[in-house]
């Protein structure tokens, strides 16, 4: 009696195949496995029994019949050679812990670069494609931040905010990781095609979608799910009420995840989403401290916080460039130009220093673009909720 593949399968390729077939998520790979004791026997078992199996959708049986595992197998493996890339399944010892634990883990992970060292502690920053130049200067420089402590940064290399958390996390030297919503060949969105290429080289991209796998809508919530499963927290900067970064965050409250949204200008639509998930009980926060302190990270050592080289209270909790910026400012009042020329910094990352020592309490614009120390040593009131998300 024929059977669905002619050769012998290990496990792994039976995995990679029904991972390719549309209607084989992981809780039918599962129930497969109980019933014919491995996919591999399932795939190699008389294609009538196997077809026979309850619960395999009619669309599926048809793919079933016209899918050339062999080919596809063969296909999936050159081009993985070719691109640097390796395959793991939820079996394979290297797949990822913290994805485990979620209600619908993939399959299957498509890799190249390697997993950050302490993926575990991970952090996720997305948000808005049409972001404002401040909401892609502070995902940048919460993304450097969080990468100057060690702590991955995790995002879905979209334009906007995504993007602006892996350049932040690249600029700092720490490590990125970016899931996508296509094969690892495919570069989406086009212009995003140079920070792809750093990240290929120097960050780790992830799918679980096939090699040559187009990037289709119904894709990124699947991909979302990753982002967020990957994480420790969800940072939401910027966000309509219908953008996929409020996705990431509903899969983050499923898988038992954190979720933290940074204000906006009441005036913006892009303040919209962020502002609905506060209302809800997320933790609004204005820097990279109100996210550690909620999660159980020891990225420090006991007493020391984060960017406090010199141990003074005025300065803990800045940046490497914040810290730059903020010598110059105790020095005395100081305009702009000067900054941009003493501190070498360009003017959105110069920004994005300036506005977070804001935000902070630390300094103060005055007119003529001077920037001085905030004459009160009181920080801004940080909001709460009373919520729980």
Do not use: W
């Amino acid at each position: 009696m024929r059977s669905f593949v002619s050769s012998k399968l290990t496990e792994h390729d039976a995995i990679l195949v029904l991972n390719a077939i549309n209607g084989f998520g992981i809780k039918r790979i599962r129930t497969l496995i109980e019933r014919f004791g491995s996919l591999a026997a399932a795939l190699q078992a008389p294609l009538e029994a196997f077809m026979a199996f309850p619960g395999i959708p009619q669309a599926s049986r048809i793919n079933l019949q016209t899918f050339d595992a062999e080919k596809f197998l063969k296909n999936q493996y050159a081009a993985c050679h070719a691109f640097g890339a390796r395959t793991l399944t939820f079996l394979d010892e290297g797949y990822p812990s913290s994805l485990r634990d979620i209600p619908d883990p993939p399959a299957v992970l498509y890799a190249a670069g390697p997993f950050p060292e302490r993926l575990d502690c991970a952090i996720a920053i997305v948000g808005a494609r049409r972001a404002s130049l401040y909401g892609l200067q502070v995902a940048e420089h919460f993304a450097a931040g969080f990468a100057e402590l060690g702590i991955p940064v995790v995002s879905g290399l979209a334009r906007g905010v995504d993007a602006a958390a892996h350049r932040g996390a690249l600029r700092a030297g720490g490590t990125t990781l970016a899931v996508l919503g296509c094969g690892l060949d495919v570069i989406y969105p086009p212009e995003n095609k140079s920070l792809y290429e750093v990240l290929r080289e120097k960050g780790c991209l992830l799918s679980e979608f096939p090699f040559g796998t187009l990037p289709l809508p119904a894709h990124f919530p699947r991909r979302n799910r990753i982002v967020s499963g990957l994480s420790l927290g969800v940072v939401v900067v910027e966000a309509g009420l219908k953008s996929g970064a409020l996705v990431t965050a509903g899969f983050a409250l499923e898988q038992g995840r954190e979720v933290f949204a940074v204000p906006g200008r009441i005036d913006s639509d892009m303040s919209d989403g962020p502002l609905a998930l506060i209302k809800q009980g997320a933790k609004p926060v204005l820097s990279i401290r109100d996210v550690l302190e909620d999660l159980p990270l020891e990225v420090l050592s006991p007493g020391k916080d984060p960017g406090d080289e010199g141990g003074e209270a005025l300065v803990c909790g800045l940046g490497r460039d914040e810290r730059t910026v903020f010598d110059l400012v105790r020095e005395g009042p100081v305009a702009y130009e000067v900054l941009e020329g003493r501190t070498g910094l360009g003017p959105t990352m110069l920004m994005a220093a300036l506005l977070a020592l804001e935000i902070r309490g630390k300094i103060s614009q005055k007119p003529g673009r001077m920037y001085a120390l905030r004459t009160s040593s009181r920080a801004p009131r940080k909001m709460t909720s009373d919520g729980n998300i």
